[in-house]
């Protein structure tokens, strides 16, 4: 199938926000370039797909201006950490995709250092301004009035900034949209920001765009496989069952097994997709049209990739880095996305290690779904306290792929509780089945309001860190909210 991309967007077609926030990275390129030359710079970055890809871009353009520069991968900016940074005696510093929501600590503890923040977080309040001050310069959309949301992700942040240091760095793009992936900023397309970002990668030869079936899995998973496990769309009679699936192949006129064994989405010529895409919207006769038409749409490849590698999809990659971050080996992730073969190797076999966690994950809500000291199923939402449990870094994880497989009219929210093996603090995830309609980081703000924590994230994702000692208190008010929120329409926060 051919790609469609006479809709991308162009500069012109910008609004004059979009324009005045484009406009503001060389700025932003002008404050970098300041920066001592001689001294090593300081970079900390957000340990999911998106952070990777922006640390990525970063490393990309400092290694070809021959700058030296020191990394660390975080999954919170919290005020300990900046703490312990201010130690550290580097006279300046680059935050990617975390910062501008703590840049009241950042300014007060990391004075007289230079210091740029590329975020797509919202600003802490007070701290909606491009400078504080002289010596820290906040390159954010919000500022310009544009939602992070979805506009434009961490990476991408990053990837106009490196442009405007460094004209070359324009061949960077397809990694931006890897974060902007990551960060589940794609709805069958683009919003403009990314989208120039996208075109930019097409001029590159980077990435190609198809009209292809949107399922994840593609390039890698037995075709049944990924008829069985897909949540989305849901197959009636597919979704769910092997045997299932594969009647439906046989039913349809598709062989699932080829000369080499089970064959995959992208072993299938056009007329098998044909069957297989009207198969699929004849199962789901009861949608309306639009969402029928939703199986199918366009799907990022990158162009340098093999066939069939868990690299060419660009979804399958994002989930590539964020195995790598969620494990600790969010190095392994940098060199992927930089084209080091040999961290691409590791980064897979990381991979292999994160499906197994993710597994195990589920497999322990599932054994423990009548323990209600570990997890309450209350009216509208889900609380999951698995204490050492789960990996703090996998919480969200879990949180999210159980949107996908609870009922989605009985539970409106899931929160998710993990402790820190390193302190004794509580790494709390946020995440809902609703499509609209609702802040989780307003509400996870408001769960959190009498205590002690630092709240971070977005609209359909947010995060907390809390002392352990306030997990009890922050339960018993979340129950009290999230039944409320749920079970009215649009309830006033107090
Ligand atoms: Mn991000």
Redesign the pocket.
């Known amino acids: 199938m051919d790609g469609n991309d006479d809709k991308l967007k162009n500069e012109s077609d910008l609004s004059d926000k979009e324009i005045e926030f484009l406009d503001k990275a060389k700025e932003a390129a002008d404050f970098f370039k300041g920066f001592d030359k001689n001294k090593t710079i300081r970079v900390i970055s957000?340990l999911?797909a998106?952070?990777i890809s922006?640390a990525s871009i970063l490393i990309k353009m400092l290694n070809r201006t021959n700058r030296r520069y020191s990394i660390s991968i975080v999954q919170q900016l919290s005020e300990e950490k900046i703490k312990s940074l201010a130690k550290e005696r580097y006279s300046s510093f680059i935050f990617t995709?975390i910062g501008s929501g703590q840049l009241k600590e950042i300014s007060n503890l990391l004075k007289g250092r230079k210091v740029l923040v590329m975020d797509?977080?919202q600003p802490k309040e007070g701290f909606e301004k491009w400078r504080i001050g002289e010596n820290i310069l906040q390159y954010n959309p919000h500022l310009s009035g544009i939602d992070g949301n979805d506009n434009i992700?961490?990476?991408g942040v990053v990837y106009f900034f490196s442009k405007a240091v460094l004209e070359k760095n324009k061949d960077m793009a397809h990694i931006a949209i890897v974060?902007a992936l990551?960060?589940m900023q794609e709805d069958y397309g683009f919003k403009p920001l990314n989208n120039i970002i996208l075109k930019y990668g097409i001029e590159e030869k980077k990435i190609k765009v198809i009209n292809g079936i949107r399922i994840f899995g593609a390039q890698t998973r037995a075709l049944h496989r990924l008829l069985q496990y897909s949540t989305d769309p849901y197959i009636p009679g597919v979704t769910g069952s092997e045997s299932g699936a594969i009647d439906f192949l046989k039913r349809i006129g598709i062989n699932p097994k080829g000369e080499n064994g089970w064959r995959r989405l992208i072993d299938l010529n056009d007329e098998e997709i044909k069957r297989l895409v009207a198969g699929m919207i004849v199962l789901r006769i009861n949608d309306k049209v639009e969402d029928a038409q939703r199986i199918v749409g366009p799907v990022y490849l990158m162009e340098e990739e093999e066939k069939a590698s868990p690299l060419k999809d660009c979804k399958e990659f994002a989930t590539l880095l964020n195995a790598c971050g969620r494990l600790d080996m969010a190095s392994l992730g940098i060199g992927a996305c930089l084209g080091d073969e040999k961290s691409k190797k590791r980064a897979l076999d990381a991979l292999k290690i994160y499906r197994k966690e993710i597994v195990e994950s589920l497999r322990w809500f599932e054994n423990n779904q009548n323990n209600d000291r570990l997890i309450k199923k209350g009216k509208g939402y889900i609380i999951i306290n698995s204490k050492e449990d789960i990996r703090s870094s996998m919480i969200g994880t879990l949180c999210s792929i159980l949107t996908n497989s609870v009922d989605k009219s009985e539970f409106k929210f899931i929160l998710g509780l993990s402790r820190n093996d390193y302190d004794d603090s509580t790494k709390i995830s946020m995440r809902t089945t609703l499509n609209d309609g609702v802040d989780l980081r307003e509400i996870l703000q408001t769960i959190c309001s009498k205590t002690e924590a630092e709240v971070g994230g977005h609209k359909h994702a947010a995060g907390a860190l809390i002392k352990s000692n306030d997990e009890k208190e922050i339960i018993e008010r979340a129950e009290g909210i999230l039944e409320r929120m749920a079970l009215e329409e649009k309830v006033e926060l107090e």
Request: aromatic residues 0%; negative net charge.
């Open positions: 957000h999911d998106d952070g922006a995709d797509h977080h992700s961490g990476s974060g990551g960060d």
